[in-house]
């Protein structure tokens, strides 16, 4: 069974200081991993995923996360936070094999960058 | 392209009820996949349609059901309904197990 863990339910950071957020995952074959952030009363968007290749991928808004496969993690990160980064994110694993497979989320961590 | 589109964006239901959400998929989707998200929770999958059938369930009671259209379209209908039913509910569209987009989802309030 797949699963994801999201240690921390919050994340406080100054802005212009660097972020990062944290995700393990558990699935039996290879996974297909996301990172999605959710505002206020707003569905899910987008931010980056990791196929294969390189373990750093690069995303939206300025955003990346490393694939560390050792440590089963893919941890979201970037280098300067903004304000307007004060969201909800949530990471997501798949079962990169099996296409009928739903995708799994952690709880979500939220996010605030203080000016 | 208008995205995935879902509707409608709010309702007032009250226990016992039975309540349809619709949801149109972003242009060249053919899978459809509906969440529910509680209050301060992360989604939790509820099915997920491909060709116009069910693929896969989740940990949900027979009382939500649904279905996917010819145009790819989906609906999640949901019966008898309870307090705990109430929350957001999310369609995402992808194409063959790609990333899924959500769209802006429904808010259920059970009274």
């Known amino acids: 069974a797949q699963s994801v863990a999201q240690p921390e339910d919050q994340v406080n950071v100054a802005e212009g200081n660097p972020l990062t957020v944290k995700c393990t995952y558990s699935?039996?074959?290879?996974?297909?991993l996301f990172w999605y952030v959710q505002y206020p009363n707003r569905g899910l968007q987008f931010l980056l995923k990791y196929i294969t290749g390189d373990n750093l991928v690069k995303g939206s808004y300025g955003f990346e996360a490393e694939f560390n496969k050792s440590q089963t993690s893919f941890h979201l990160k970037k280098p300067s936070a903004l304000v307007s980064d004060s969201a909800l994110y949530f990471c997501?694993?798949?079962?990169?094999?099996?296409?009928?497979?739903?995708?799994?989320f952690g709880p979500g961590t939220r996010l605030s960058v203080l000016p | 392209d208008a995205g995935v589109t879902q509707s409608p964006t709010h309702l007032i239901k009250t226990r016992g009820q039975q309540v349809t959400l619709r949801c149109s998929p972003k242009s060249g989707h053919d899978t459809v996949s509906w969440y529910q998200q509680a209050l301060g929770q992360g989604p939790q999958f509820i099915f997920q349609y491909y060709e116009e059938e069910e693929r896969q369930r989740g940990n949900f009671p027979d009382r939500f059901s649904g279905h996917q259209f010819p145009n790819y379209s989906s609906e999640l209908n949901v019966n008898a309904l309870l307090l705990g039913d109430s929350a957001l509910y999310l369609c995402a569209s992808s194409l063959e197990g790609n990333e899924q987009f959500f769209g802006p989802g429904t808010r259920l309030t059970v009274l």
């Open positions: 699935v039996s074959g290879n996974p297909y």
């Open positions: 997501a694993v798949r079962d990169m094999n099996n296409y009928g497979q739903n995708f799994v």
